[in-house]
């Protein structure tokens, strides 16, 4: 057990729709970071908080935010879902600002668009 | 951009055998992540190195920032080490992880 935390397990939507996805950290771990994993492109970063703040994006779609809260648990929206965003999403937490760190990861939340 | 390529694709070994498994990446970095996917989807972090090497239990890395390539060693190899096995290394100056495509191993008893 990691100690990251997500919920759903799974999601089973329609074409779209709008779903939120969240993922509470490690407790003392201020970075959140939110990866998607699908058969065609692996696993891809998506994009980083850290104390409530953006620090990295990576190939995140305009149809997808995030946010992270002063409790520094973390939501990603997913919105206008088409088929291929059907993934696992995995939040991944870390406890240091400003070197590179071990990232510990959530068990995902498994997204099936319909 | 740093790409990052793993070697072999797919790896199948019979229980007790000692297992490789390679990563390369382009760019310099200043550490490398090994993470391990189970059959069921859980992602668990096995190393973050910068240098030398790192042993845990019967899995070993080791890492050569110079030639850019990492290595996974496994000894004693158990059909519980099945799954696959992930380098990922930061890029941009940043915390963000660039993945390898991945290692499936499978370990026959």
């Known amino acids: 057990d990691s100690g990251v935390t997500q919920t759903p397990k799974h999601l089973i939507t329609a074409t779209g729709q709008r779903v939120t996805l969240r993922c509470s950290p490690r407790?003392?771990?201020?970075?959140v970071y939110w990866y998607q994993q699908s058969l065609d492109q692996g696993l891809q970063f998506l994009i980083q908080?850290?104390?409530?703040?953006?620090?990295a994006k990576g190939n995140i779609l305009e149809r997808f935010s995030a946010q992270q809260f002063p409790d520094l648990h973390s939501e990603l929206n997913l919105s206008s879902l088409e088929l291929g965003d059907s993934a696992l999403y995995f939040c991944?937490?870390?406890?240091?600002?400003?070197?590179?760190?071990?990232?510990?990861f959530g068990p995902g939340t498994r997204l099936t668009v319909l | 951009k740093n790409e990052v390529e793993q070697s072999p694709q797919n790896l199948t070994a019979q229980e007790g055998e000692f297992i490789t498994i390679n990563c390369s990446y382009s760019?310099?970095?200043?550490?490398l992540h090994w993470l391990q996917q189970h059959p069921g989807g859980g992602i668990v972090s096995l190393f973050m190195?910068?240098?030398g090497k790192k042993k845990h239990g019967r899995l070993i890395a080791t890492i050569n920032i110079q030639e850019k390539h990492s290595s996974l060693h496994i000894t004693a190899s158990h059909p519980r080490d099945s799954a696959v096995y992930i380098c990922?290394?930061?890029?941009?100056?940043?915390?963000?992880?660039?993945f390898g495509k991945g290692t499936k191993l499978t370990v026959n008893p």
């Open positions: 991944a937490s870390s406890g240091k600002r400003r070197s590179y760190n071990e990232q510990f």
């Open positions: 407790s003392g771990d201020l970075s």
């Open positions: 908080y850290y104390n409530g703040e953006e620090r």
């Open positions: 760019v310099g970095i200043s550490a």
């Open positions: 190195l910068s240098s």
């Open positions: 990922a290394v930061p890029t941009g100056g940043s915390e963000k992880l660039v």
